[in-house]
């Protein structure tokens, strides 16, 4: 039955005492064992002793108790005489006079071991030296739910909580000492003290309320055997190792150890070293619930005697039987008290041995099951088990199976076919991802394991001189304030905030968000610096993957000052702050610090209360997102230039169909003008026609009328000379007389035929006027057509300068858009510049911002070297837009001068046009008096004629007569032989014998001839003129027509041009559509979310570990919230926090989850959510290998919730928690190591505990 003995753990995570309820202990009645202290001298009756921890601010004290059994006389006594104990002597020490300052500042050296005297705490009087056994057990833990469990083994660390003593459980345990004979032994344990120093705790009242009772408060050498109180100060503690004298049988103690074990899992990292102890000395140990011996001491923590927390369940619990030598002698195997059983599964195998006061926490795999559990909870709950029933919420199964497992490729190749992605985007993702393969992209991230070891402040916030702060190995350390300057502050504003803070802004430059005005802003420079101070600088000492590193940043109150990182001696710093920064976040991973280790005042919800995207942003900086992150980069980067294209394409396109609308309209005016002028030209070859037709008929009837003529003349003649025949005859008949109206027909004659041929002379004269008129017509006209084709070539070179002209506008248009968008990028940039780095001096961070296009940090020298770029840039723009201004005003000109000339050779051909028409009314005048003439003269002949044939008519009257006869054969042989020889010779008969008769009528008759051949002649030369004229006409081409084919090949070409654009421009849609749809796929909307769900799980699950500790009965649930059908096309995935309680309903009694949201949480259920996920999130970077970091860092801590986050701490794998907390406050009586940040003359120091 003998068992080691051994330690308790005082730790928040061994401290659920509200789970334990009393249980009967049966002490054996005829010679109860107990275990020895001291040395024995007779017996006694066997009493337990009991230790109860408290509720409030004194915790269990871990004090090693022991109950004095069969006093006997000691063999040898050290000079003491058996006798009753004296009665204690009543009252108080002075703090003042036994406390050893506690804290060591920061900037000093580590103290000399203080003198220690070993004898202050003997038991004076008494039996103490003559009981020969005695009982050991520690860590009572007594408090309002323990009481009854605790005085069970008192019929004892023994206080549950430090500080205050809650009035029930003190009048129980007094009453239970007041009866108390046996002689009594107790070290104060760290739950029973109040104050640093250890002499103010509360075994106080219980020494005043029993004289068998001796508290070793100092440490203390009796009995062959050294006694060591809890203390916060080590070092008082090895001085007393070392200044033992006599031999050492046994070591009592109260402490941590290293290597001991806290829990059945975790090994204290702290404390005493092992073999601090003496060699081969038994040594017992409180502090530690777990009994067990650290493995190869002889070191054996004692353990408490019944189970306090669920950290214990299933320990075997025993009391230990020592001899007056600190021998063991006998274990007293315990089985009282309430006992903690954790069960999982939906079908659980139930312990047997239940009884009432069990608590049983049975975890479901999923809420389902809550009702198939719920008989057998009430059928427990009837036999007095307490049932606590966990069930989380079910964890959405991922879309993809093993998404995070698979490749690139094939993951996006099953979000493709999930989502029906379309072919050209599919193709175009996998080539972009085996491109970023090729380049490396893949390839895994290295984690980082980050060991920070000290800091070094100097000139930051309140420290103005320089501090050094060790962050290596400190354990769960409080970190308090004393404002020694402000009397109504007890610790506001001395800079414990400041100093826990200080490693995040050394290694990322950001510093705590303190919430201003209902926003949130960090720190600024000018915030940083001390008032005193011209500059601010921390230093950070630490291994990153086993490789030593410093970081070192310095800020002015406007800008940085310098950024230095060293790694394992190498100077890694950059050529400016911005690389540097690089360097230090790709080897110390310092992205994921502030969410895994550092959580403000502020932060600790941030990340509960986050928005959709940045949860999905945190989630993404722990898988392996780099990959996505780059494809989505390159989709975006194609995806700009795209709609850049596609931006210029439309601009073209627009100017294009511009130009083909001008050149369209251009095209149809000239089609108007040659229509115009082959209408033109058809009406002067008609009218070339009829001219040229009515001079045929001209000739033709100048021909039949000359014939005619002939003829006439013929029949003449031979009237003639049948007359002169007959006259012949007549004057041979009569003598030869003639008569004497011979001369009427000569003379008639010539009238005659003029007569005769009149009308046809003055249709003659008619044509001949129209073919003047018809001629000055056709030089008009001729003039005009050359006048109009100085136009047309006018309007062509008008035109072509138009079109040159739209053209350079264009091109100025393109240039004006390229000069705007170069302005307004440069414009962008700049204020982006400015307010980047404005911000950035705002707030306290490094000289670098955030580019717009890549979302990737830039600091200040590559913006303004975009910026001088983009500038260069935007004056070549300028000066592209200047020249082509320049041309375009130089073509504008021309147009001008050419419309100019247009208008002049517009009024030339008007005035001429003007011209023509005044001369036509001149001939239509001379036409019109010309044939009034005409009329007058026909009218004058035709009387003319009557008066001739009335001659004729009288004359041949007259010839009748025989005399007259002979007279008129002479006369008509003479006419004869004129016309004879006329005909045989008309000009030489008109030459010969110009004074006969005929002579005028043969003259008029040559004179009528040449005059019709003559105007045949020139009829003929007319015709000849006309049939030339058509044949040019009909020879010439239309020059519209040409201007119109070329407007109509430009047009054509534009239209083709134009075609292409819209062909180029559906090709670039389709590339547009193809990677917008690529860019969301990449997003974390996209492929990201399919990647985030596994690991959304993982979170939820380690998140519940975490919840059922911190705030039972509540639950957490992620899951990713998919778009309904009917959702428009823009909707996207979200990723949803809800928080589940668990309640019973009133109307049927079962176990429900009722969903709350976040505002319906009270200010501490809230952060003790956020806390679970944080942690749970921090525990998950450090799963995934991406960050390991030694320190966490928490500030203000609810008393409910320090209590419980206290048992969580102690499993947490960080060497080092800086928790936050006020002075003399819950957090503060909580923990043990407590650091003191003290404000006195505007200087701030650290007291830094042991």
């Known amino acids: 039955m003998h068992q080691v003995p051994q330690a308790t753990f005082a730790s928040l995570a061994s401290l659920r005492s509200s789970q334990i309820e009393s249980a009967a202990l049966a002490i054996p009645s005829p010679r109860p064992r107990t275990a020895v202290w001291g040395h024995a001298s007779f017996a006694a009756p066997a009493q337990l002793w009991l230790y109860a921890p408290q509720r409030a601010l004194s915790r269990a004290a871990n004090a090693i108790f022991k109950a004095a059994v069969d006093l006997e006389p000691p063999a040898a006594i050290t000079g003491s005489t058996p006798a009753k104990p004296a009665p204690r002597k009543r009252g108080r020490k002075k703090k003042a006079e036994q406390e050893v300052q506690p804290a060591v500042s920061s900037n000093e050296e580590a103290p000399v071991l203080p003198a220690v005297d070993l004898a202050a705490s003997v038991p004076q009087g008494g039996e103490w030296g003559s009981v020969k056994r005695w009982v050991v057990f520690s860590d009572l833990h007594v408090s309002h739910k323990t009481v009854d469990v605790a005085c069970q083994v008192l019929r004892r660390d023994f206080w549950h909580v430090r500080g205050s003593l809650p009035v029930g459980p003190l009048n129980r345990v007094l009453e239970e000492l007041r009866q108390w004979r046996q002689p009594t032994l107790m070290l104060v344990g760290n739950h029973d003290q109040s104050t640093i120093g250890g002499l103010e705790h509360g075994l106080t009242p219980l020494a005043e309320a029993c004289g068998a009772l001796h508290v070793f408060d100092r440490p203390t050498e009796w009995g062959g055997a050294l006694w060591l109180p809890y203390r916060r100060q080590r070092a008082e ?93 006998d274990r007293i195997p315990l089985d009282i008290g309430p006992r903690f059983h954790s069960l999982s599964s939906a079908q659980p195998d139930f312990p047997t041995d239940l009884r009432a006061g069990d608590r049983v926490r049975w975890t479901l795999p999923d809420s389902s099951h809550l009702e198939s559990a719920e008989s057998t909870v009430q059928e427990l709950q009837s036999k007095g088990v307490v049932m606590e029933v966990l069930a989380p919420p079910p964890v959405s199964a991922p879309r993809i199976e093993a998404s995070e497992e698979a490749g690139a490729m094939p993951l996006f190749q099953l979000y493709a076919d999930h989502v029906g992605m379309s072919a050209a985007a599919v193709a175009t993702g996998s080539d972009i991802l085996r491109d970023l393969a090729d380049e490396g992209a893949s390839i895994q991230t290295e984690g980082a394991t980050i060991e920070l070891h000290s800091m070094e402040l100097e000139g930051y916030g309140p420290y103005r001189e320089a501090v050094r702060y060790g962050l290596q190995e400190r354990g769960i350390r409080v970190i308090t304030g004393s404002n020694l300057d402000d009397d109504g502050s007890q610790s506001n504003g001395a800079g414990k905030s400041v100093l826990v803070m200080a490693p995040l802004w050394a290694l990322t430059g950001r510093s705590d968000a303190r919430s201003e005005g209902g926003g949130s802003r960090g720190l600024t420079m000018s915030d940083i610096v001390n008032d005193d101070s011209k500059a601010a600088r921390v230093r950070i000492d630490g291994a990153v993957n086993g490789r030593s590193f410093t970081v070192e940043r310095t800020t002015r109150r406007k800008a940085l000052a310098g950024l230095r990182f060293e790694l394992d001696g190498e100077d890694l710093t950059g050529a400016d702050s911005r690389l540097t920064q690089a360097q230090i976040e790709r080897r110390l991973a310092v992205g994921l610090l502030a969410r895994a280790s550092f959580h403000g005042q ?6 509960l209360e986050a928005d959709d995207r940045k949860f999905k942003e945190e989630l993404g900086r722990v898988i392996e997102m780099d990959i996505w992150d780059s494809a989505k ?504 926090k809800s928080v589940l309680v668990r309640s019973r309903d009133p109307a049927t009694g079962q176990t429900i989850l009722r969903e709350r949201s976040l505002r319906q949480l009270s200010g501490g259920e809230r952060r003790r959510v956020a806390l679970a996920l944080v942690l749970g999130f921090a525990e998950l970077i450090s799963a995934r290998g991406r960050l390991r970091c030694n320190l966490m860092v928490l500030q203000q801590l609810d008393e409910e919730g320090c209590a419980r986050v206290a048992a969580v701490l102690r499993r947490l794998p960080h060497s080092t928690v800086l928790l936050v907390g006020q002075a003399n406050t819950y957090v503060a009586q909580t923990f043990d190591a407590i650091d003191v940040v003290v404000k006195q003359g505007g200087q701030t120091t650290v007291e830094v505990a042991p």
């Open 237 to 329: 503690l090895e001085a007393a190792i070392r200044a033992a004298t006599g031999p050492v049988k046994a070591v009592f103690g109260h402490a941590d150890v290293i290597g001991a074990f806290v829990n059945e899992t975790f090994q204290a990292r702290e404390g005493f070293m092992p073999d601090l102890f003496p060699e081969g000395v038994p040594t017992f140990m409180g502090h530690y619930h777990k009994p067990h011996t650290v493995q190869g001491t002889s070191i054996q923590y004692v353990g408490s005697p019944f189970q306090v927390s669920r950290s214990e369940a299933g320990q075997q619990k025993a009391l230990l039987v020592l001899d007056s030598d600190w021998r063991e002698t």
């Open 602 to 607: 502020t932060d600790i919800t941030s990340l």
């Open 633 to 1136: 980069a390159v989709a975006a980067e194609r995806l700009k230039g795209a709609r850049q294209q596609l931006s210029g394409l439309d601009s073209e396109a627009s100017v294009r169909q511009e130009l083909l609308a001008t050149l369209q309209s251009q095209v149809q005016d000239a089609e108007q003008r040659s229509v115009q002028w082959e209408s033109a030209r058809q009406d002067r070859q008609a009218a070339s026609r009829e001219a040229g037709q009515a001079a045929a008929a001209q000739l033709q009837a100048d021909a039949a009328e000359l014939q005619q003529c002939c003829v006439r003349l013929e029949a003449w003649l031979a009237a003639k000379r049948q007359e002169a025949s007959a006259q012949d005859s007549l004057t041979e008949s009569l003598g030869g007389k003639e008569p004497n109206n011979g001369s009427v027909g000569s003379a008639g004659e010539p009238q005659l035929l003029s007569r005769s041929y009149g009308s046809s002379w003055a249709g003659a004269l008619d044509q001949a006027a129209e073919q003047r008129q018809v001629a000055a017509r056709q030089g008009a006209t001729a003039v005009a057509s050359r006048e109009q084709e100085e136009l047309a070539q006018l309007q062509r070179s008008h035109q072509a300068l138009q079109n040159r002209l739209l053209l350079e506008r264009s091109q100025l248009g393109s240039a004006t858009g390229t000069l705007q968008a170069s302005q307004r990028q440069v414009h962008e940039y700049s204020q982006l510049l400015q307010s980047a780095f404005a911000d950035a001096a705002g707030h306290g961070h490094a000289a670098t911002a955030l580019c717009d296009r890549c979302l990737q940090p830039i600091d200040e020298a590559t913006f303004r070297d975009n910026l001088q770029r983009l500038s260069a840039d935007a004056d070549s723009a300028a000066t592209t837009h200047r020249a082509a201004a320049d041309q375009a005003g130089a073509t504008q000109r021309e147009v001008e001068a050419a419309r100019a000339r247009v208008e002049e050779a517009q009024q030339a051909l008007i005035r001429e046009l003007n011209r023509a028409k005044e001369r036509e009314r001149c001939a239509a005048a001379e036409r019109a008096a010309a044939a009034q003439e005409r009329a007058a003269q026909a009218q004058q002949t035709a009387r003319e004629w009557a008066a001739a044939q009335q001659a004729m008519q009288a004359a041949a009257a007259q010839a009748r007569p025989v005399a007259t006869a002979e007279s008129m054969l002479q006369q008509a042989q003479q006419t004869l032989q004129r016309w004879q020889e006329l005909l045989g010779g008309i000009p030489a008969a008109l030459l010969v014998d110009t004074e006969a008769a005929t002579d005028s009528a043969i003259s008029f008759v040559c004179q009528t001839c040449s005059c019709s051949i003559q105007r045949t002649d020139s009829t003929g030369r007319r015709v000849e003129q006309l049939q030339a004229a058509a044949a040019a006409a009909a020879a010439e081409g239309n020059p519209h027509e040409g201007e119109a084919a070329r407007l109509a090949a430009l047009a054509a070409e534009a239209a083709a041009t134009l075609a292409a654009l819209g062909g180029r421009r559906v090709d670039l849609g389709r590339q547009v559509s193809v990677l917008a749809e690529l860019d969301a796929g990449f997003g974390r909307t996209g492929v990201q979310s399919y990647a985030l769900e596994g690991i959304l799980g993982e979170l939820q699950e380690r998140t519940q570990q975490y919840l059922e500790q911190l705030a039972s009965g509540f639950s957490l649930r992620l899951s990713a919230s998919r778009p309904a059908a009917s959702a428009p096309s823009t909707a996207v995935e979200r990723i949803t």
